[in-house]
């Protein structure tokens, strides 16, 4: 199963995501009968912090969201999250991060985003902050394998027992669930970095990521498309839906369907 969100479209439901994939986790350490929780969810973008509640039988309910511009220096952007979590009672935390990210519990870097292509944002401490602010039961995964855990949850027919999870943005992610189980390896899936096939003959264009140009997210995500397309990012949305550039991405898009499904 391949489920596909734009990270514009999604923030209304990422923290949802991050949210209803992190509480079963942290519910068995959580002493609260009906918890609280708070979730964070951090992109190149834009982080979304949200405070919801838990109730018996009832799906999770977010009371309370606001969103941050993604700065640098990081410790801007954290210190308007922390700001805001200070002001809320919670009793367990889910934090989503765009990477690569330390998920290894016995690291003395878990927690922190690495070697992120995101200027300014390399080997940066996200969960200390975080769980300055309370100390309370949390978890830390990407923010592409929360919604493909949440996905896998809610839409898995009798039978599946894998998805995987695309998100197109400032970057390119791909979050994987085998066996009802996010994969997680020495990092995690580098989806957004697999090679590229081209649908025109005359497509020159050299690609955003200096790294890894031939890739996916050098090739179509939102700040390569915006290149492509000769305009703004945020601009993106108002192009015709004949225009060429969302041909481009769709048969690139469609080839990492094809290699994620062989």
Known sequence: T???????ASHQTRPVATLRSFASRVHLE?????????????GGTTFVVCIAEERVSEPVRIVERAEFATRVPPSATLSDVTRWLKGREYDALGVAMFGPIDMDPSSPTWGYITTTPKPGWQNTDVMG????VRKVPCS????????????FRHFARPGESSCAYVTVGTGIGVGLVVNGRCVRGLV???????????RRADDKYKGVDAVHPWALEGQCSAVALAERAGVPQERLKDLPDDHEVWEDAAYMLGALCATLCA
Request: proline letters at 11%; charged letters at 20%; hydrophobic letters at 40%.
């Open 188 to 198: 995690h899936p580098e989806g957004g970095h697999i090679p590229t096939l081209k």
């Open 2 to 8: 391949i489920r596909t969100g734009s990270r514009r």
């Open 129 to 132: 902050p975080l769980l300055a």
């Open 30 to 42: 959580c002493s609260a009968a009906m918890p609280t929780l708070a979730a964070v969810e951090g």
């Open 140 to 151: 830390f995964d990407t923010d592409v394998n929360a919604p493909a855990l949440e996905e």
